[in-house]
């Protein structure tokens, strides 16, 4: 009777044991899955590559490789085409005795090509400061219409190209004009001079131009034309 006394107790001492022993194993088992996890670290996003832009196409300067004409006398200056000499006698008075301050004072032809091209530079006294189109609307009465229609050193000026004009005009009508070619001349108020730079007498086949490429050339000078501080 005591042997199975023992021997029961030894049991219930077994079961108990086992008993803790799988409690031991589900609570660890729980508090493994109740711990908490790493953060994890939120790394930020591989940014797109750059894309460099294409760089720009630079437009050459037409009038690279120019020569610069500067006249300390009248305040100014401008680039021409290698090919343009200048002329031995540069600045002429040619004004005469008794002549209104608002008439030409001096004419300067600065350049020209086997004496067959011409540049020539009028100055006019402009004593009352007019504006530009207010000096021709006094002064030049022969130009039918005047406005603003161009720009010479930022400055308000008008471009005459009246003569060419006519010579289309006369060559519509089949009618033969004169060998020069027509003159063009921008006018151009500073200060209290007016100034008239007109391409005259030119001849396209000693300049080696095509004929309508000359007047372009004339616009790329004007458009390098500046006055001196």
């Known amino acids: 009777m005591e042997e199975q006394t023992k021997d029961k107790l030894f049991k219930i001492f077994l079961l108990v044991i086992g008993l803790l022993i799988v409690i031991g194993l589900f609570l660890n088992a729980y508090l493994l899955l109740r711990k908490e996890k790493p953060p994890k670290v939120a790394f930020p996003p591989t ?14 300067d037409p009038t690279a490789g120019w020569k610069i004409y500067r006249n300390e006398r009248y305040g100014f200056e401008f680039k021409h085409p290698q090919g343009w000499i200048y002329n031995l006698q540069a600045e002429k008075e040619i004004s005469q005795k008794g002549d209104s301050p608002q008439i030409i004072r001096t004419q300067i032809a600065p350049f020209s090509l086997e004496n067959d091209v011409s540049l020539v530079i009028n100055i006019w006294e402009n004593p009352s400061r007019l504006s530009t189109v207010n000096w021709l609307k006094e002064y030049q009465k022969e130009i ?86």
Do not use: C, M, W
């Not at 940014?47 to 050459?60: F, H, K, V």
């Not at 006018?187 to 372009?216: C, H, M, R, T, W």
């Open 47 to 60: 940014p797109a590559p750059t894309q460099i832009p294409p760089s720009p196409t630079l437009t050459p």
């Open 144 to 229: 039918q219409s005047v406005f603003v229609n161009a720009y010479v050193d930022k400055l308000p000026a008008f471009k005459d190209t009246s003569e060419v004009e006519a010579a289309e005009n006369a060559t519509k009508r089949g009618q033969r004009g004169g060998t020069a070619f027509p003159r063009i001349t921008y006018y151009v108020a500073k200060s209290d001079k007016v100034y008239g730079i007109q391409l005259n007498n030119y001849s396209p086949e000693a300049f080696g131009y095509k004929n309508e490429n000359i007047y372009d050339v004339f616009d790329l000078l004007i458009s390098t034309f500046k006055f001196l501080p």
